[in-house]
């Protein structure tokens, strides 16, 4: 993942691990099932997905600009050095609120879930670009690692920086596009799916969780 040799072949993995994160996969399942109990069809559904890839594109291609456009990579970098010292007590933090997160049931109630709930119905598919573009940017913990602290410095140092973000941002709209065709063949059962799979959610979050925590450990005693 560290690799630039290969940065679209990375941005390629890192946009599909992302997607395919549990917390955004519940996110897609839900904005996907509210959106066919609205009546719309699969093509609503690819431009959800395409939606969250216009905001992972722009917000990369901003981040540069704000950094400084690759004038400020040496500076980036000696910054990430310097946080590697953090890094095993940022994971740990990380670890224990997904293990919160896995013993806490929030659960959405009505149209208003998401706050999207009139946006959808109004507007057509402009509603399912602008619910994927703001719900791209529900970073959960784990992903926010891979986007800002992975793809955005390979993004920064690559000779082509700025097609990583559009092959990051493409790559993962494809699992949720899958999803969208998947649900739009099983409308009648896919309030039942966004169920099951927010406990699968819950479950996932307690394992990535544990695993945090002793990433975590395994990096204090390599430091010692």
């Given at each position: 993942?560290?690799?630039?040799?290969?940065?679209?072949?990375?941005?390629?993995?890192?946009?599909?691990?992302?997607?395919?994160?549990?917390?955004?996969?519940?996110?897609?399942?839900?904005?996907?099932?509210?959106?066919?109990?609205?009546?719309?069809?699969?093509?609503?559904g690819i431009i959800y997905a395409l939606?969250?890839?216009?905001?992972?594109?722009?917000?990369?291609?901003?981040?540069?600009?704000?950094?400084?456009?690759?004038?400020?990579?040496?500076?980036?970098?000696?910054?990430?050095?310097?946080?590697?010292?953090?890094?095993?007590?940022?994971?740990?933090?990380?670890?224990?609120?997904?293990?919160?997160?896995?013993?806490?049931?929030?659960?959405?109630?009505?149209?208003?879930?998401?706050?999207?709930?009139?946006?959808?119905?109004?507007?057509?598919?402009?509603?399912?670009?602008?619910?994927?573009?703001?719900?791209?940017?529900?970073?959960?913990?784990?992903?926010?690692?891979?986007?800002?602290?992975?793809?955005?410095?390979?993004?920064?140092?690559?000779?082509?920086?700025?097609?990583?973000?559009?092959?990051?941002g493409l790559a993962?709209?494809?699992?949720?596009?899958?999803?969208?065709?998947?649900?739009?063949?099983?409308?009648?059962?896919?309030?039942?799916?966004?169920?099951?799979?927010?406990?699968?959610?819950?479950?996932?979050?307690?394992?990535?969780?544990?695993?945090?925590?002793?990433?975590?450990?395994?990096?204090?005693?390599?430091?010692?």
């Amino acid at each position: 993942m560290q690799s630039t040799d290969f940065p679209l072949l990375t941005a390629f993995v890192l946009g599909i691990i992302v997607a395919v994160n549990p917390c955004q996969l519940a996110i897609s399942i839900s904005a996907l099932s509210y959106e066919y109990k609205n009546n719309k069809t699969l093509k609503d559904g690819i431009i959800y997905a395409l939606g969250r890839s216009v905001t992972y594109i722009v917000l990369g291609w901003v981040t540069m600009c704000l950094i400084g456009g690759g004038k400020n990579v040496s500076g980036l970098q000696n910054a990430l050095a310097k946080a590697e010292f953090f890094l095993p007590y940022i994971i740990a933090a990380i670890g224990i609120y997904l293990i919160f997160r896995a013993f806490h049931h929030h659960h959405h109630h009505g149209d208003d879930c998401h706050n999207s709930g009139r946006l959808i119905k109004r507007n057509g598919p402009l509603g399912s670009l602008l619910l994927g573009m703001t719900l791209a940017m529900a970073f959960c913990p784990e992903s926010a690692i891979f986007y800002f602290g992975i793809m955005i410095p390979l993004s920064m140092t690559s000779s082509i920086g700025i097609a990583v973000p559009v092959v990051f941002g493409l790559a993962s709209s494809i699992p949720v596009a899958v999803m969208a065709w998947i649900m739009s063949k099983t409308y009648d059962k896919a309030k039942n799916i966004a169920h099951r799979f927010e406990h699968f959610q819950q479950w996932m979050n307690g394992v990535t969780g544990v695993l945090f925590i002793a990433i975590a450990i395994l990096l204090l005693f390599a430091d010692n």
